[in-house]
């Protein structure tokens, strides 16, 4: 190696040192910008109007244990829930949770209950994400069976409707 060489790669190992603390300290910078952007800070919880008539009180306790932060007026809005992105993303969750199915305002709009028994027993809900911060909402199998039979008991199930309908029908 040549002197010239080494100066060279020395040169260069201190502009790559340079354009990642550019690049980091870029990175701080925008985090703070962001944090000042109205975005993801509705933490509202409407009041509760009216809930289902539960099977058992475990079905509703199951169900405020795993899935009410998002499907209810009455999320617990942790600290982390205050900082973007994070926050973007959490305030997504419950707005689209709460679209699909409020338990906090039954009666009140068409909901598809029978989609929430579904997408439990898929394993589709609890999320992932959630479950990751959330250790309490994941249900052991028993759980998760007995929860089922009870969101199918309070919400009733398509099974149900149709036979209701048909029975109509005839008579």
Not at 102 to 125: F, L, P, T
Not at 131 to 157: M, P, R, V, Y
Request: charged fraction near 25%; charge should be negative.
């Amino acid at each position: 190696m040549t002197l010239s060489s080494i100066v060279n790669l020395i040169f260069m190992k201190s502009n790559i040192k340079s354009i990642l603390k550019i690049i980091f300290f870029g990175l701080i910078t925008i985090l703070i910008i962001i944090q000042f952007l109205p975005i993801g800070k509705n933490h509202t919880n409407p009041p509760v109007m009216k809930e289902p008539q539960w099977d058992t009180p475990q079905t509703r306790a199951t169900f405020i244990r795993a899935c009410a932060d998002c499907h209810s007026n009455e999320t617990k809005w942790p600290w982390y829930s205050n900082i973007a992105p994070v926050s973007w993303l959490i305030q997504d969750h419950v707005d689209e949770g709460r679209e699909h199915l409020n338990i906090s305002e039954w009666g009140m709009r068409k909901y598809h209950e029978d989609d929430a028994v579904k997408e439990v027993e898929k394993g589709a809900m609890p999320l992932e994400g959630y479950l990751f911060l959330h250790s309490e909402a994941k249900l052991t199998q028993q759980e998760k069976e007995e929860f089922i039979q009870g969101l199918k008991a309070t919400f009733g199930s398509e099974e149900e409707e149709t036979e209701h309908t048909e029975s109509e029908i005839e008579e």
